[in-house]
């Protein structure tokens, strides 16, 4: 069994292929689990411009929000969906058609040219990014002055249930290391945006047992493990024991600490 989530502590060797690897594996069960992705989605939507002619959804999956856009600045828009993860490239040509222009590719090092793009959109991706002063810059380079970024990521408090529930004394857990809203201004305006707001707000979801809380964070591909994070069986059962300690009502809660982030070259 693995851990949950990676941490990406300086980009170590191999980081790129584990994280493409994992999210192809999962592009085929993504959008039936989704659910927490899509909800803090449609906070994103609705921070739309009102025109917008070249569009990146980055770090698209499997291309969902791709084709929304697509849709939703019909006619004339060319939109780019761009993921790390062939497989879930593969998922959204066969399901989403020929409106999206898709590719693989590393938002460190975008295939575009520069000054080309009106809008980025990026649901739940760039914390994904080890080299976030690079992803930003790439972001910077390929808008064209006016050109606004609309992105959600993952700020601290992200998952403290399920870090709670791993941790074990001496060890630390296997969470990603999601970064300070003022790590994300920081490097904004390192990378040259004129106007940089980041909003925090925290969304709970509920699930009934410990292995539908697993089943929603792997599922969506958040599952590529560092070497020596395997598990055994009593960790589980520690893990499924503490995590019975923090049911509400509801079910078993997770919390997910959003940052959306607007950029504006």
Known sequence: ???????????????????????SRAAIDYERLATAQRVMGDALWARLPREARHILD????????????????????????L?????????ARRDRGDGVHWICGDATALPLASA???LVFSNLALQWC????????????????????????????TLAEVGHAWQRPGRRTALLDFRRPEHYREAARRAGFRRVSVDASRSRFHYPNMTAVMASIKGVGAQASRPGGHLTRADLVRASQRYERLREPEGLPVTYHLLTLELER
Do not use: K
């Open 116 to 118: 080309g793009l009106d």
């Open 1 to 23: 069994m693995n851990s949950p989530a990676l941490r990406h502590e300086a980009a170590p060797d191999g980081w790129r292929q584990r994280v493409s690897h994992a999210f």
């Open 130 to 157: 080890p080299d976030l002063d690079a992803a930003l810059a790439e972001l910077h380079r390929t808008l064209r002055p006016g050109g606004r970024a609309l992105i959600n990521t993952l700020g601290p408090e």
């Open 58 to 81: 980055l770090g698209c999956g499997p291309g969902g929000w791709s084709q929304s856009l697509a849709e939703h600045y019909a006619p004339g828009a060319r939109v780019i969906g």
């Open 83 to 91: 993921d790390l993860a062939p497989g879930m490239l593969d998922v």
